[in-house]
């Protein structure tokens, strides 16, 4: 099975793999911010700071195009 329908299947959000605030650079598990118990993964410290000052803006973004 992939990662993706193993996590369906088990009922756990898919992984993400694309970070929501730099759209075109894959996230690193050494990068996650905590926000209203999910964990949401970044590239780089930078874009931590960043998804900390407007997180539900970069959720709503990354959701939208299908992210998270």
Do not use: H, W
């Amino acid at each position: 099975l992939t990662t993706l329908i193993a996590a369906t299947l088990l009922g756990q959000p898919a992984p993400q793999y694309i970070c929501p605030v730099m759209t075109n650079r894959p996230t690193s598990k050494r990068f996650a911010v905590d926000y209203v118990n999910s964990r949401y993964y970044v590239c780089c410290d930078q874009c931590i700071r960043s998804f900390s000052r407007r997180p539900e803006g970069f959720i709503k973004q990354a959701a939208s195009a299908n992210r998270l």
